[in-house]
């Protein structure tokens, strides 16, 4: 049995990039010094920063055991959700940093404006699209169903978005989450626009502008292969699509 | 002052999880639709459930609606609206084509079609044998469904408006009769205040689990809508009535899915019994979770606990063996070896019961019409998933019925709300409509006094776990009671840090608060009223179930600062109560 029971706390110092619109120029670092346990996660801190220390620190959350994606940051330097990452799996000796995911808007503290990023998701056509009407259900093998088994997922955190540095330096270009959407339909036996993506996904601002350099795979608090997705793309764009 | 904007819509929904969305899809194609959402509606708790969505497509084997519709009255203990049930397990089928047809991808049989599984309290033929009928993705199956609805959203171009805050609802008096007009929102990245004068009004807002400590509730599920149609004046109904789902992981609360059950997992105590065999010898394991949570907490409370201190079950998944665990069960799988540093494949999980479902809300017909009291619609206000109640949970709620709920109602009320809309005039503004409001926001984001939000939340959760959980009393109910009106008393004296316009979630979790009071104390007065136990309702001092003065629906009234009980018959069809065995 893991850590259940273990009562033990310790000092874990938190080191939060903080801006507020409304008083400061420009963002700067607070320390936060929380009582924590190993079992705790960097979400619990900052709910203990809040709750007792200062309550205009300001994060997005909600289900907090990693399914909605309201709470990427970048943690030591790596995206993450603050409600999957567990003290013990911290160097607790040093600070803890946390600051907003970057490439999208500061608005405040750890809260992004998150609308360039559902912008580039609108634009690959995430929706089924297809001819057939059938009576029941579509047909579909366990097979066919598992080729985009690991794109369906996502959920939007914008962790691997914005861990991509061709994203920092270029805000145009659609980025690892819209290309996963994309894969996730492209690939399904049951859609027939397939065609319309990649030509979307083939522009300049598009799977081409992938650099490999797999940060989005290590951001995926889902464990999807981001990396592999959109290598899937750029395969599917020369030679077509083999579903 | 905060600056105040004015829009205009045929149809106004107010939350964007599965209810919402399913709504809005019917809504937006033929009427000016607006969704608003104090979260991107991918962040809707839609997303958390796990296990599958029931309907009687018989793809694997034989099954029935007709077998539905009684596996859901007696699983809610025959408190269970029978009319809305029946609805409920006809219209599951399409529901379920319709989300296929959507893109949901659905876990497959051999033959290509949507597979199923068992689940608790679905069976063959009125009781006879466990049945599978819970269609299901892996166990993400929420997951999928709010993304497909957020989807078919895109797709179809329907407007949201994303982080704001409905904080009221306007009434307007139209030739004599209450008739709903719009909201008021609160835009949370600016701090302006949002007036929406509607035609229909469909509350789509979810559950109210964080008023207790251990649950598998987001924090964001602090029932903002079913509080706001309370200080309306407008009645609750069976609000006494909340289900523990059996599973949750052991001191954390995480929601471990019923279809692990439902794919062979077995829960023992700790002398390694599977001790459900005892209290429900035809489908053990797969009974319904009132019958589930209460025997686990008993097997704690008599000394046969697991774990150093006694005081969990083990959910044991490990003859299930390392491939159903991977591709059916791979997000509970992956939260064990996370949070607790267990695998699954090796090791039984540590669970306890944690707070997961509101069966009791906005009392509606079964077209989703809001009513304010037992019969009288209000014109224009509808109100579809948790939010609701219909009734077709009753008092214990059946796995997989509230992903479909959401469907088939959500679906009716967007219906139901647009056909209105396009025949209805829209109602004028009631006089100072965003007054409520202004000064609720300017009171609370100047708010200096000496108690702490955190603290009173947290004596709220703490109080509501330890006397108003899986077990209650008239003493544990009295004294939840008498700590919840101290609390309600400190709250008029909180203070809060941020005085700021943007992002202020420090006045956003002061004003959540104060709905989580609102409805603790209406959840205690409607137990403490209600002396017998039935489904989610367990009474130590009255432990039998009374027919003769309790087979009624309680409905709760706001007379002042007071809380009244009336009645509501419960809407008897096909089968008359029984004793209800598994």
Same mark, same amino acid.
């Given at each position: 049995m893991g850590e259940l029971g273990a009562v033990q706390s310790f000092t874990v110092t938190f080191n939060v990039r903080r801006f507020n619109p409304e008083t400061d120029e420009e963002p700067y670092w607070q320390d936060?010094?929380?009582?924590?346990?190993?079992?705790?996660?960097?979400?619990?801190?900052?709910?203990?920063?809040?709750?007792?220390?200062?309550?205009?620190?300001?994060?997005r959350r909600s289900c907090a055991h990693g399914i909605c994606g309201s709470d990427a940051m970048r943690i030591n330097g790596r995206n993450r959700l603050a409600c999957k990452t567990l003290i013990k799996d911290l160097d607790i000796t040093k600070p803890v940093y946390v600051e907003a995911i970057k490439g999208l808007p500061l608005e405040k503290d750890l809260i992004v404006d998150m609308e360039p990023f559902f912008a580039a998701y609108r634009e690959v056509q995430p929706f089924l699209q297809t001819s057939a009407k059938p009576d029941k259900e579509h047909l579909q093998s366990i097979e066919q169903r598992a080729r985009f088994d690991d794109t369906t997922?996502?959920?939007?955190?914008?962790?691997?978005?914005?861990?991509?540095?061709?994203?920092?330096?270029?805000?145009?270009?659609?980025?690892?989450? !819209?290309?996963?959407?994309?894969?996730?339909?492209?690939?399904?036996?049951?859609?027939?626009? !397939?065609?319309?993506?990649?030509?979307?996904?083939?522009?300049?601002?598009?799977?081409?502008?992938?650099?490999?350099?797999?940060?989005?795979?290590?951001?995926?608090?889902?464990?999807?292969?981001?990396?592999?997705?959109? !290598?899937?793309?750029?395969?599917?764009?020369?030679?077509?699509?083999?579903? | 002052m905060p600056t105040v904007h004015h829009h205009e819509y045929d149809v106004v929904i107010v939350g964007a999880g599965g209810a919402g969305m399913r709504a809005a899809i019917e809504s937006a194609p033929h009427t000016k639709t607006a969704v608003i959402?104090?979260?991107?509606?991918?962040?809707?708790?839609?997303?958390a459930a796990q296990g599958g969505m029931a309907a009687a497509l018989a793809n694997v084997e034989e099954d029935s609606w007709e077998w539905h519709t009684f596996d859901t009255v007696k699983g809610g203990d025959y408190l269970v609206d029978q009319d809305a049930a029946e609805i409920l397990a006809r219209e599951a089928i399409d529901a379920i084509i319709d989300l296929e047809n959507m893109g949901l991808p659905f876990n497959r049989t051999p033959d290509g079609k949507i597979d199923q599984r068992r689940f608790g309290g679905h069976t063959r033929d009125h009781g006879k044998a466990p049945v599978r009928r819970a269609c299901y993705a892996a166990d993400r199956t929420g997951h999928m469904i709010l993304q497909t609805l957020f989807q078919n959203c895109v797709k179809l171009g329907v407007e949201f408006y994303n982080e704001f805050y409905v904080l009221d609802l306007l009434l307007t008096e139209v030739n004599g009769k209450t008739t709903a007009s719009g909201v008021v929102s609160y835009e949370l990245s600016t701090g302006d205040i949002h007036v929406f004068n509607a035609t229909s009004v469909v509350f789509a807002t979810g559950g109210f689990g964080k008023m207790f400590k251990t649950t598998s509730n987001a924090h964001t599920l602090t029932g903002d809508g079913v509080g706001i149609i309370w200080r309306k004046g407008i009645p609750l109904e069976d609000m006494e009535f909340f289900q523990f789902h059996p599973t949750g992981l052991a001191g954390l609360g995480i929601l471990l899915t019923e279809g692990a059950r439902g794919e062979g997992a077995i829960l023992r105590n700790v002398n390694g019994e599977r001790f459900m065999e005892r209290y429900a010898p035809t489908i053990k394991d797969l009974a319904p979770r009132d019958i589930i949570s209460r025997h686990m907490v008993q097997e704690v409370a008599e000394g046969r606990g697991a774990g150093p201190n006694k005081d969990y079950v083990l959910l044991d998944c490990t003859h299930l063996g390392a491939e159903v665990?991977?591709?059916?069960?791979?997000?509970?799988?992956?939260?064990? @070896?996370?949070?607790?540093?267990?695998?699954?494949?090796?090791?039984?999980?540590?669970?306890?019961?944690?707070?997961?479902? &509101?069966?009791?809300?906005?009392?509606?017909?079964?077209? &989703?019409?809001?009513?304010k009291d037992n019969t009288t619609v209000i014109p224009g206000l509808y109100a579809a998933g948790e939010c609701a109640c219909v009734s077709v949970h009753g008092s214990n709620r059946l796995g997989t019925n509230s992903l479909l709920d959401i469907n088939v109602f959500g679906k009716r009320a967007g219906r139901n709300a647009a056909a209105y809309a396009n025949k209805a005039k829209r109602p004028p503004l009631p006089a100072g409509a965003e007054k409520f409001v202004?000064?609720?926001?300017?009171?609370?984001?100047? &708010?200096?006094?000496?108690e702490s939000v955190a603290e009173i939340r947290k004596e709220l959760q703490v109080e509501m776990d330890r006397n108003a959980q899986v077990f209650r009393t008239e003493e544990s109910l009295g004294h939840a009671l008498t700590v919840i009106e101290g609390l309600r008393k400190r709250y008029k004296n909180v203070g809060i840090h941020d005085r700021g316009q943007r992002f202020n979630t420090d006045l956003l979790e002061a004003i959540e608060l104060g709905f989580l009071?609102?409805?603790?104390?209406?959840?205690?007065?409607?137990?403490?009223?209600?002396?017998?136990? @039935?489904?989610?309702?367990? @009474?130590?001092?009255?432990?039998? @179930?009374?027919?003769?003065?309790?087979?009624?629906h309680t409905m709760a009234y706001k007379k002042g600062q007071k809380i009244s009980i009336d009645w509501k018959p419960v809407v008897i069809t096909n089968y008359p109560p029984m004793e209800r065995k598994y």
């Open positions: 936060f010094d929380v009582q924590m346990y190993s079992t705790d996660r960097v979400l619990d801190g900052l709910h203990k920063i809040k709750w007792d220390q200062d309550g205009t620190l300001s994060f997922k996502c959920i939007l955190c914008a962790a691997c978005t914005t861990s991509c540095p061709v994203f920092w330096t270029d805000g145009q270009y659609f980025g690892p989450a !819209a290309i996963v959407s994309a894969h996730r339909f492209i690939f399904d036996s049951r859609d027939e626009e !397939a065609q319309v993506r990649l030509d979307i996904l083939n522009s300049k601002e598009g799977v081409w502008r992938c650099r490999t350099t797999f940060n989005c795979s290590e951001a995926c608090p889902r464990g999807i292969e981001v990396t592999k997705a959109i !290598a899937e793309v750029k395969q599917a764009a020369i030679r077509g699509v083999r579903k | 959402s104090k979260l991107y509606p991918t962040r809707s708790h839609t997303g665990l991977e591709t059916k069960l791979p997000d509970i799988t992956e939260f064990a @070896r996370t949070y607790l540093g267990i695998d699954p494949v090796t090791e039984p999980l540590p669970g306890m019961p944690t707070a997961h479902y &509101a069966m009791g809300g906005i009392p509606t017909n079964v077209d &989703a019409q809001v009513l202004t000064d609720l926001i300017e009171s609370m984001r100047t &708010a200096k006094g000496k009071l609102d409805l603790a104390e209406v959840v205690v007065v409607s137990a403490r009223n209600r002396k017998e136990s @039935r489904g989610g309702h367990m @009474r130590d001092d009255f432990p039998t @179930r009374d027919d003769k003065k309790y087979m009624k």
